[in-house]
Structure formats: structure tokens, C-alpha cells
């Protein structure tokens, strides 16, 4: 049996018939993670630790008991602490911290049964969506064009999530979104991955990136294994202030559901100029499959779409300016000496920061600086309530939104490289999701015309990740999405 | 609005990063370039509009009034890049 | 009495605002579930919350919330139902986040007032601007090395209130009396131990001097004075600085300066204070704080009788003067141990409230300093009731009782029992004064016959000396009278 092709509710299966064991299937993963290595997506590889968990669960399963994730290895992005091992969110200046407690988020897995295989990079301090800024380098989309042999990036921040996932080298992958990070690595990857509403998973023990606007999200093979992952990842935790006090629906139960009757909207505002014809024709088909499975499809609205990435520039580097505040030589991480206090302070951060980070950093010092807190954060706020207020208003009448995921297929690494603002066009159809707090899933839904995975997103209403799979099972169901990347760790 | 290399080096300062001399002038043109962007919205009206105050639109329970925490000295010292008696250290502060 | 100060030019006003940072009595901090708890080992109460390690979150303790609006009630202040945290960013290593937690915009609290009790009984409002809750910060030690500074961070992370003043203090003495005005509030609704030497109240005083009538000066700010009395002076010594200053021509530069309490001097802080850029931004890890209408209203009516409605209800019911009911008024456990001592004396005999309260005031309040006790420490562990009694009851002269007072708190025994035992009963017996009287002017033929020429001041001597040879056990008055008679012939 080819164990790396099986999906987390195939696995499932295999598993409780006792066809395979928890241990085979963690070989195979940990194999599949070293043959990977060429990718550079995982930063740590922790296959004791696999294999002591993988015991535990055949132990379990052979009574003929079993936790929901037992035998699932999945990747860590390392922007998750992990006790014990070190944590890095992918820049200098968190090297060799060894966190002594565990995220909530990774807790939730572990406790359900799932097994760690290692940490994932990602874009420095979750800065980015190209996964290059990462102080470890760039990690490998495994993804070529049609006859090109020059390494692709897998989108960011989520970079080693989405790669891993793609090249079978973990069967799922924890990652985190604040302007899509989970999202448009999916769709630069070929898999799925889903962004909860703003406080269903705690963000308790990740490392802060933009506060009101990070959250923790599966990336998976299938519209199901997010379902399944989800279940586990989330819930309410007192140790989160923003984290929702309402319990987990069952959001397996959703997939398979019809969507007959349901509304689906389409924003307008979201048919950019000059996007390209393949895209706008995966649109088109995603609109189609919909239809043809018995929803409707409505016009709607979002009128501030256009200034959404502009508010998200301001908000998120203002709130990561703070929140980074704390990686200063004192307590953990690097230490550049100084003679004086203020010299310890700005050489190791100095250094410690890569120059995404730098520039996030001092744009949000900026924004929120004496003399223009008011042209620039508290305008901004105004304009993410508008922004939130465009999405309540236009749920009245529909009850999910069918977009693209990313304007373009996957970027060659070195692309788009002279100028940040383009680099920031990557998110343009991500990020009003994020101001909004809703939920939003990216599933592969077709191939550029070399040969690249496009991916179609489903927006929903603030705790409605089930319509949001709901109407992503159905679009899997229609694309039938069944290519596989140029490089595949695992066997396909 | 175009910042010039005095006001990034006073960002820096703030900021507590040091940029060298010789980076100042080509980060102060990267971080115009953004801000000149971001400024779009100054096009927005926003008269009357309360700004976002919460994202999440459920409201959990406050903390209870307990000792849960504390008492792992270890834990917190043991990344340190450098502890003396149970103390982080520093260059000293001149008050 | 003026408060004005006499400078060369003519007279000067001093305005004066204190910010008073008082620590909330809670077992937890204000964000983490780590003790509060005075002088522990170094880091031994800190969560990995308090150091700000990579992705710690807070948690706001609804204790502490509501320790800040029983505060802002006893002050008489608006209590805002919508409340928001800001984030203030500045680095400094006690400092972990890069950024307290604190309150800019919307406090939890705002205007309210205190009524100062000045000496000459008159009173005096002062204005409060504002109450809000934030994070106090850790410890730095800057001398325990030559060239690094050590870091504590048990302090780092404990629920501070602010209290911010009008600034319609107009002198020192006023400055004194509404930190211990202020300090018997937090006392009484039991939300501050307001302990300045112990560090849970700690004071900024903000000085500035103008001609009466005269627009604001610029005004310096003291910062951390960490007792009344150092407050006082530093404010004294601060308004003559800035008078001398510009009686000399110069001008007064707005900063931050420290006090010298070893020299009785300020001086300016010696860091380049550029002004701060705190970059205030409402904290996106906490949601804003709503109150609940009708808590706010039962909190209300729970709060215990403050020291303003004691006092007056003291003077009602009681009959004790102005100056009687605020010295009573000032602890409250002084307040509530009077009101028991009076209500336990009176189910006994009849006694005025007003001797009670002199009692407490000017005898026990002596004999408990001298011990080293709080007056309602030394009633609730001594026969104070017992004594009053028999002094009520003319069973010991009225000067019997502080020797009684303090030999019942020495014995331990009841106060009957002592005065049993020492018998120090009052001599009320005729026969036996007029005895002793007999027998004393006796000695004093010469004495006796100057009294009887005209010189009266001699009959105080001769009751001191039948109270000598009775062992002040006689009944002055009796003593008195009997006298009188016997020299009248």
C-alpha cells in the first residue's frame, strides 16, 4: 500500500481495520521527510519523538480504541511553540530558544493523538508570502513549470507547510494566517488550507505576529483532513482573551453535505483589472460547479476590497512592531553585546532582524508615532470596520463567497523581488478575510497554463466553517483536482 | 509622504534597531514607497465610522482571582543569554 | 492662612497634582495568574506571561477590575461602563513586552473627588481626573555591580490603579493631607494596603509657581517619592527652587526630577530624556471592558461606610467634636474599635461618648505607640472595656486609669483583677481621706497658715500631697472638698 498517498480519513480507516499500524506509517513519513530534504522545508526533524507518540497510538488502537489524529504525522510551522524543541519563527533573532511550554494549537494534536515529524519554515516572524525572508532560506515549492527547471517558491508565510503537505513529506501541516499565509501557500501548492474565524483556535504559545488579525489553520491533502484537523485544533482556551467561548461543532459531519439552495455570492469588487484569463476562468468553472450542484450564484458587493491590502499594511506591521518589541538580548534568543542598555538593544536587533521584518517594524513605529497615529492606525481601523461592515451587509444575502485564491500561479524564487509593494499583491483576494475575522478555505481547483496548481477560495460567515466546507467539499468533488507536483517525497 | 533619512533614523531609534549609515538612504526610499501606497486612504471617508474595536464577536469569561502560575524560576531563566542569583543581566542603566 | 510663599518679587502660589501609584490588593497579578506577593526571591513570581516570552497573552483578572471601581466609588468619580487598555510602548529591561499595559483614552474611572479635613477643621475638595488600571513593571538593581544591572521581574506584571489629582493642591501641608486622606480611603474599601514604605503607593508630585492670579508656570515633575513626609519636603524645596529661579531671571525647564532624600534637594534626572513616544494603541490581545450596569450598582451598595460619612455620622450620634471624629475616623479599625469599646462600656454604666473618645484618642493611642500596636490592636487584646467601667463607675480616680491601662496590657490580667490585686481602688472612704488629710497638714503648720493668709494656689499642693501619701488612690474631687473644708476651719 502506498501509505504516504492516504489521506488523514483514508489513514483512519486503514489504521482502525489494523490494515497498517501507526508505526509503518511514521516510517514512511519520516522517510519521506528526509527524501525531501532537497525542498528545505522542514528545519528540525524530530522522528523520536514521531516514533514515541506512533507507539502510543498503536498501543491505543490495538485495544480497538483510538483517538481521532492517532498515527497522523504532520509538520509543525515554527512559528508554534514546542516544548522542549526549539522554536524559531524563522529568524535570527529566536535562535535556540527551547520554549518550556506547548502552544495550545500543537497541544490540542498531540492530546488527539497526532504525531509531530518536525518543524516547518516559513517567512520571518510570519512576514511574507514567498516563504524567501525566512533567516534559513527559501524553501522549495515542489511544484515546476511545464518544462522549466527553475525552483518555484510555495507562497508564504505557511511555505514549509504547504510544501511538505504537497511533496507527501507529512500528511498534514499546522499553519497560520494573518493576510493568507495559510491560503496562498495552499494554492501555490496544490493542497487545502483553511482559515478559521478569528478566535476558533487559541493563539495562545504562537508566536504574535499581528495580533487581532493571526490565527491557526490546517493545510491538508483533502477538504476532509481539514475538517478532521480543525476539530482538533480548535476551541476555546481561557489562557487566549480573543479566543471564542462557543463549542466546536462537528465539521467533519459537513463534508458531503449538499449545497442545494444555498446563496452563493460573488464579489464583484474582487474582478481585478488585468487578472489573468486563467483565473478568471477557474472563477468562472468554480462558479459553474456550484450551480450545477444546485446553489445560486449572486452578485454582491464589497466596496472597500480595493483598500484592504492598504489597511492590512498599516494594521499588521503597527501591531508587529509591538509585538516584536519583546525580542531585545535579554531574556531569550540572540545577544549582540553592547557597551550600554541601548547598545545591547539596537545591535541585536539590529542584526537579529532580517529586512521584511526591519521594514514591518518601522513602518509600524511609524504609523503609530506622535502626529500620525490618526492619518494612518485610527483611519485605518475605520476603514477595517467599513471593510467588516461590507461582509455582514452582503451576507444578508448569500450565505458563503466564491473567489480566487491568489492573482497568479506560484513565482519563481527571485521574482518579484525589487519592490515589496508587489510582493504585498499577493494577498489582495486574502486579506479582507482577515480584516473581517471570517473563515476562508483555498482547495486546488485547477492548473495554470504550465502546469501550476490555482486555487479557488470559499469565504464564509464569522463561525460558519461548516457551510465554508460544505461548499469546498463540493467544488474537490467537481474539480476532481488529481495532477501531483514534479516532486513527490513520498509516493504519490 | 517621502521620508527622509533623518526621521527613518529617528523611526530606528525608537525602534531600537540599528541601521547602518550607509543602508539609511535606500530604506528611506523602500519605506516612502510604502507608505505613499498605503496612503490610498486618505480617499476613504470615514465620517462617523467608530473605529474596529474587537475582531472576534464573542465575549469569554475574565480571569478569577488565583495563584495558577509563577514559581518556575528555572523555566524562565533558562533561555536567558545570561543570569546572575536568580537575575537577568544587562549593562547597567545610568538613571 | 496663606499658602502663599514670600519670594523677593512679592508672594508666589505653588499649584500641585500628585499621580499616585497604588498597588491593588489582589493574590494575582493583573494579567497572569502569578503571586503578588512582597519580597520573594528574585523571578520566583513571574509567569512566562510577565516575561513576555513568544506567545504570551493576557488575561485581565475581574478582581482587580472590580478593586478599581470600588476605588473610583470611594473617590466619588464617574465609573465608565466602557473601559479599553492601550498599549504604551517604551523599552526598558524591567520592561519585558517593550510595553506596559496601561490606559490612555478611556480609563476605567473618571472625575471624582477627595475632601481634605484641614487642621484649622475647615475642608478643602480637591479634584481627581482620572483612576486607571495598568501593569507595574519589574526591578531593575543598579548597584549591586559596577558596570550591569540585575533584573527582577516578580513586580513585573501586578495590577497598579493611578490615581491622578486636579492639580488644586495649593501647599505642601494640603499635599500630606490628601495622601493620608487618600491612604484611608484605599484602606477602608480594603483595595490598597497604601503602605509608602513598603512600595504599594508611590507618589509623582507635579510643581509648578505663579504669581496669584497669574497663568500656569511650567511645572517639573518628582518622580517616586515614597513617603508623606518626603513628599512634603520635596515640594517645599521644589517651589523655592523654581521661585529662586526666576526671581534670578532664569526660567523653569519642564522635566523629570528625583528626590534626594539624604540632602532634602531635587534633582534632574540625568537620562537624555527626549520626550517619550509612547505610540499609544488599544491592546488587540484584550477586548474592551464592559460593566455591568446593575453589578456597578450592588458593588455600590456594598461599600463599607467611608471615612467622610463616619466621621459625620460620629459627630451626629455620638456628639464627638470635628477634631474628636477624624482622628477617630482615620483607621478604621480605630473607628470600629471605638464604636464597640463605647457600645460594650455602655451596656455596663452610662458614659459619655466624648470620654470614650478621648480615651482612645490621647491615652490608648499613647500606651498601643508605646507597645508598638495599633490602638484597636492593643483594645482587642487588652480589658480596655473593663478599665472604663471601673473608672465610669468611680472605682479608680480618673488618673488611675492610664497607670491601670498599661498594667492590665503588661499582666495580661483582667482589669478588675489588676486592680484588685495592686489595690489601686479609689478612696472614697471620708473617714480615710480626712484621716490623711489630717495627718499631712499636720506636717505643714507653716504652709497651712500661709494658705490661710491668702495664698490658694497652695491647696493644688496640698491634694498632690494627700494623693502622695494615698498613692493617688484618693478621689481627687473628695480630696478637694474635704480639704477645703478642714482649711476653712
Known amino acids: ?492 | 509622504m517621502p521620508l527622509d533619512k533623518a526621521t527613518v533614523a529617528r523611526i530606528a531609534a525608537l525602534a531600537r534597531i540599528k541601521v547602518p549609515e550607509a543602508e539609511l538612504a535606500a530604506l528611506a526610499g523602500e519605506l516612502s514607497k510604502i507608505l505613499t501606497w498605503v496612503e490610498q486612504l486618505d480617499a476613504v471617508d470615514v465620517a462617523g465610522v467608530e473605529p474596529m474595536a474587537a475582531v472576534t464577536h464573542a465575549r469569554p469569561p475574565l480571569r478569577e482571582d488565583k495563584v495558577t502560575d509563577g514559581g518556575i524560576r528555572d523555566k524562565i531563566l533558562a533561555n536567558a543569554p545570561e543570569t546572575t542569583d536568580g537575575f537577568f543581566v544587562v549593562p547597567k542603566v545610568v538613571e | 492662612m496663606s499658602n502663599l510663599i514670600k519670594g523677593h518679587t512679592g508672594e508666589w502660589e505653588v499649584v500641585i497634582g500628585l499621580e499616585v501609584h497604588a498597588q491593588v490588593i489582589s493574590k494575582a497579578k493583573l494579567f497572569s495568574g502569578a503571586a503578588t506577593d512582597f519580597g520573594a526571591e528574585p523571578n520566583t513570581q513571574v509567569s512566562t506571561v510577565d516575561a513576555a516570552f513568544p506567545g504570551m497573552l493576557p488575561v485581565l483578572n475581574r478582581f482587580c477590575v472590580e478593586q478599581a471601581v470600588k476605588t473610583g466609588l470611594g473617590l466619588d468619580a464617574q465609573v465608565n461602563l466602557h473601559s479599553v487598555f492601550d498599549r504604551k510602548n517604551y523599552f526598558y529591561p524591567d520592561l519585558p513586552a517593550g510595553y506596559q499595559i496601561s490606559q490612555f483614552s478611556r480609563p476605567i474611572v473618571g472625575k471624582g473627588k477627595i475632601v481634605l479635613d484641614m487642621p484649622d477643621g475647615s475642608a478643602r475638595e480637591i479634584g481627581i481626573t482620572r483612576l486607571h488600571l495598568e501593569q507595574d513593571a519589574g526591578k531593575s538593581l543598579h548597584d549591586q555591580h559596577p558596570s550591569k544591572t540585575y533584573v527582577d521581574l516578580n513586580r513585573a506584571g501586578v495590577a497598579l490603579m493611578e490615581i491622578v489629582s486636579e492639580p488644586d493642591l495649593r501647599s505642601a501641608e494640603e499635599a500630606g493631607a490628601y495622601l493620608r486622606k487618600l491612604r484611608a480611603i484605599l484602606r477602608y474599601l480594603g483595595t490598597c494596603d497604601a503602605n509608602m514604605e513598603e512600595g504599594n503607593l508611590r507618589c509623582d508630585c507635579n510643581v509648578s509657581v505663579r504669581k496669584p492670579g497669574g497663568k500656569l508656570g511650567t511645572r517639573c515633575e518628582i518622580k517616586n517619592v515614597n513617603s508623606i513626609r518626603f513628599v512634603m519636603q520635596a515640594i517645599e524645596y521644589e517651589a523655592r527652587r523654581q521661585i529662586e529661579l526666576i526671581e534670578e531671571g532664569g526660567t523653569v525647564v519642564q522635566e523629570t526630577r528625583l528626590f534626594d532624600s539624604g540632602k532634602g534637594v531635587t534633582r534632574s534626572m540625568r537620562s537624555k530624556e527626549e520626550s517619550h513616544d509612547y505610540r499609544y494603541f488599544p491592546d488587540p490581545d484584550l477586548l474592551p471592558v464592559t460593566l455591568d450596569p446593575a453589578w456597578l450598582a450592588k458593588l455600590k451598595a456594598e461599600l463599607p461606610e467611608l471615612p467622610d460619612v463616619k466621621k459625620a455620622r460620629f459627630m451626629c450620634d455620638y456628639g464627638l467634636s470635628g477634631s474628636q471624629a477624624s482622628a477617630l475616623v482615620a483607621e478604621k479599625e480605630t473607628a470600629d474599635a471605638f464604636e464597640e469599646l463605647q457600645s460594650k462600656v455602655s451596656k455596663a454604666v452610662s458614659i459619655p461618648a466624648t470620654a470614650t473618645a478621648n480615651t482612645v484618642i490621647n491615652v490608648v493611642s499613647f500606651i498601643a505607640g508605646e507597645r508598638g500596636v495599633s490602638p484597636a490592636q492593643f483594645i482587642s487584646t487588652n480589658d480596655v472595656p473593663g478599665a472604663l467601667i471601673l473608672q465610669q463607675k468611680n472605682v479608680i480616680s480618673g488618673r488611675m486609669l492610664k497607670e491601670v491601662l498599661e498594667g492590665i496590657a503588661d499582666s495580661k490580667k483582667s482589669a478588675e483583677a489588676f486592680v484588685a490585686e495592686k489595690s489601686l481602688k479609689q478612696v472614697t472612704d471620708t473617714g480615710a481621706i480626712e484621716t490623711a488629710i489630717d495627718a499631712m497638714l499636720a506636717k505643714e503648720p507653716d504652709k497651712v497658715a500661709d494658705y490661710r493668709a491668702g495664698k490658694e494656689k497652695l491647696l493644688a499642693y496640698f491634694v498632690g500631697q494627700v494623693m502622695k501619701a494615698t498613692q493617688g488612690k484618693a478621689n481627687p474631687a473628695l480630696v478637694n472638698e474635704l480639704l477645703k473644708k478642714k482649711l476653712a476651719g
Open chain 1, 1 to 492: 500500500m502506498n501509505l504516504t498517498g492516504l489521506t488523514i480519513g483514508q489513514a483512519r480507516d486503514q489504521l482502525r481495520r489494523k490494515a497498517i499500524t501507526a508505526r509503518e506509517l511514521a516510517e514512511a513519513y519520516i522517510k519521506a521527510m528526509e527524501t525531501a530534504r532537497p525542498l528545505k522545508a522542514y528545519l528540525i526533524e524530530t522522528p523520536d519523538r514521531a516514533f514515541a507518540a506512533a507507539k502510543q497510538s498503536d498501543a491505543r488502537l490495538q485495544k480497538g480504541g483510538g483517538l481521532p489524529l492517532d498515527g497522523v504525522p504532520i509538520a509543525v510551522k515554527d512559528l508554534f511553540c514546542t516544548e522542549g524543541v526549539e522554536t524559531a519563527a524563522a529568524s535570527k533573532i529566536l535562535a535556540g530558544f527551547v520554549p518550556p511550554y506547548e502552544s495550545t494549537v500543537t497541544a490540542n494534536l498531540w492530546r488527539n493523538g497526532a504525531l509531530m515529524l518536525g518543524k516547518v519554515n516559513l517567512d520571518e516572524f510570519a512576514m511574507g508570502s514567498a516563504t524567501i525572508t525566512s533567516a534559513r532560506g527559501p524553501t522549495e515549492n515542489p511544484w515546476r513549470r511545464r518544462g522549466d527547471n527553475r525552483p518555484l517558491v510555495p507562497g508564504g508565510s505557511s511555505g514549509g507547510s504547504a510544501a511538505a503537505v504537497a511533496a507527501r513529506a507529512a500528511l498534514a501541516a499546522t499553519g497560520t494566517d494573518t493576510g493568507g499565509s495559510i491560503r496562498q501557500p495552499a494554492s501555490f501548492c496544490g493542497i487545502v488550507g483553511l482559515k478559521p474565524t478569528y478566535g476558533r483556535c487559541s493563539r495562545w504559545g504562537i508566536v504574535a505576529f499581528a495580533s487581532s488579525l493571526d490565527q491557526a489553520g490546517p493545510m491538508t491533502r483533502d477538504v476532509r483532513d481539514a475538517a478532521i484537523m480543525l476539530q482538533a485544533m480548535a476551541g476555546h482556551d481561557p489562557k487566549d482573551a480573543t479566543s471564542a467561548p462557543l463549542p466546536v461543532p462537528n465539521f467533519e459531519a459537513a463534508v458531503g453535505q449538499s449545497i442545494k439552495g444555498l446563496r452563493i455570492g460573488i464579489p464583484k469588487e474582487y474582478r481585478l483589472d488585468g487578472m489573468p484569463t486563467e483565473i478568471e476562468a477557474l472563477w468562472q468553472r468554480g462558479i459553474e460547479w456550484v450551480k450545477a450542484a444546485g446553489a445560486t450564484t449572486v452578485d454582491i458587493s464589497l466596496k472597500m476590497t480595493k483598500y484592504a491590502l492598504a489597511t492590512y499594511y498599516i494594521i499588521a506591521p503597527a501591531e508587529a512592531s509591538s509585538n516584536l518589541a519583546r525580542y531585545d538580548g535579554v531574556r531569550f534568543g540572540l545577544r549582540v553585546p553592547g557597551e550600554t542598555l541601548e547598545a545591547l538593544y539596537e545591535n541585536t536587533r539590529g542584526q537579529g532582524f532580517g529586512a521584511e521584518v526591519r521594514r514591518r517594524v518601522l513602518i509600524g513605529t511609524y504609523v503609530l508615532s506622535a502626529g500620525y497615529y490618526d492619518a494612518y492606525y485610527l483611519k485605518a481601523q475605520k476603514v477595517r470596520a467599513l471593510i467588516a461592515r461590507d461582509f455582514d451587509d452582503a451576507f444578508k444575502s448569500c450565505d458563503a463567497m466564491l473567489t480566487p485564491t491568489a492573482p497568479s500561479a506560484a513565482f519563481a524564487i527571485g521574482e518579484k523581488m525589487d519592490d515589496p509593494i508587489a510582493m504585498y499583491l499577493n494577498d489582495v483576494f486574502t486579506v479582507p478575510v482577515n480584516l473581517a475575522g471570517l473563515p476562508g478555505i483555498s482547495l486546488p481547483a485547477g492548473l495554470s497554463a504550465d502546469g501550476l496548481p490555482l486555487g479557488l477560495q470559499v469565504i464564509g460567515k464569522a463561525f460558519d466553517e461548516e457551510t465554508v466546507l460544505r461548499v469546498a467539499a463540493v467544488l474537490e468533488d467537481s474539480a476532481k483536482f488529481d495532477a501531483v507536483p514534479a516532486f513527490v517525497a513520498g509516493a504519490a
